[in-house]
């Protein structure tokens, strides 16, 4: 799953938690999560430009698949043209990392 990679790193705060916060484990997790929203932002692809020559932002999903994928040409899709679930995004993965790194 594209989202996988939110799974895994709640989970490494979840285990952070369980295991009392180990300075150790937290600096590996905190790395994780500065890696992963770093590449799931779409660095350093941030903008797609439209057929109409306007450049948009385009949040990335996980792993950073997918995002405003047109009917033809390279970033041609097989899914619904234009669209993506918004389930990628896991808003309450993403509440925790920022929860997590405070």
Not at 13 to 32: E, N, S
Not at 54 to 77: A, C, D, N, Q
Request: with cysteine; glycine share 10%.
């Amino acid at each position: 799953a594209t989202d996988g990679d939110q799974d895994a790193i709640l989970g490494m705060i979840y285990l952070a938690a369980a295991l009392g916060y180990p300075d150790d484990f937290v600096d590996m997790v905190m790395r994780t999560v500065i890696a992963f929203a770093s590449a799931d932002l779409g660095f350093p692809d941030l903008y797609r430009t439209l057929s109409g020559g306007e450049r948009i932002f385009v949040p990335k999903m996980g792993s950073t698949w997918g995002g405003l994928t047109p009917e033809t040409g390279t970033y041609k899709t097989q899914q619904l043209p234009w669209c993506y679930s918004p389930g990628y995004f896991a808003p309450a993965h993403y509440r925790t990392f920022r929860d997590f790194a405070r």
